[in-house]
């Protein structure tokens, strides 16, 4: 059976420390938002004369957050299609709301929950101190404004979204990310996904 696993949560608690782990125990297709639609978002910004950093504005959420999105889930689907596991990574807080969603995902790789396991990892912290420490090490330009704005932006780290698609409980699992990334940590997960 395929794998297809999202790695949620807010930034800086580690989703894709997490699945880079896993994804040496399980052969995937590694597909990061941010990665994937990065370069384009940065030109799409500049040519607006904004901040090519910026992912918490108006206009990148009106704009080039679904071209995002929709990006990385098109090229997850060709893999799908192909019967690869996929890993997914980065919030889908939109996306793990709509019950149909996933359904058009498996629907438009020609698959079936038959043929495909979903699970859904929510990666968390139990600190917000943490997740600041995690933000500044990771060193990364599009966290100018969270650490800037650190009142105002949404620190709740351990944040699980709203999931409303068809899957068992059992699929879904809360990941507290704190502390080191163990191998047993790991194997757990790993044993989660194979299960």
């Keep these: 059976m395929q794998r297809l696993v999202f790695f949620v949560g807010v930034a800086g608690t580690g989703k894709t420390t997490v699945a880079k782990e896993i994804a040496k125990q399980i052969p995937c297709a590694?597909?990061?938002?941010?990665?994937?639609g990065g370069r384009f978002v940065e030109?799409?910004?500049?040519?607006?004369?904004?901040?090519?950093?910026?992912?918490d504005s108006a206009?990148?959420?009106?704009?080039?957050?679904d071209l995002?999105?929709?990006?990385t889930t098109d090229i997850c689907m060709e893999n799908l299609a192909a019967g690869q596991n996929v890993f997914m990574i980065s919030p889908f807080t939109a996306e793990l709301k709509n019950p149909q969603w996933i359904e058009n995902v498996l629907n438009q790789s020609g698959k079936t929950k038959q043929e495909v396991d979903v699970k859904v990892?929510?990666?968390?912290?139990?600190?917000i101190k943490?997740?600041?420490?995690?933000i500044e090490e990771r060193?990364?330009?599009?966290?100018t404004w969270k650490l800037e704005n650190w009142d105002s932006y949404e620190t709740r780290v351990n944040f699980v979204p709203t999931i409303n698609w068809d899957i068992p409980e059992s699929s879904i699992r809360i990941f507290d990310n704190s502390g080191?990334?163990?191998e047993q940590k790991v194997s757990e997960l790993v044993h989660f996904i194979q299960a």
């Design 30 to 36: 590694f597909l990061d938002r941010d990665t994937v």
């Design 43 to 55: 030109r799409f910004l500049e040519k607006e004369g904004l901040d090519k950093n910026d992912r």
């Design 59 to 65: 206009f990148y959420k009106d704009n080039l957050r």
């Design 68 to 71: 995002e999105y929709d990006t």
């Design 121 to 127: 990892i929510a990666v968390t912290l139990e600190d």
């Design 130 to 134: 943490t997740q600041r420490e995690r």
């Design 139 to 143: 060193g990364t330009i599009r966290d």
């Design 180 to 182: 080191d990334l163990s």
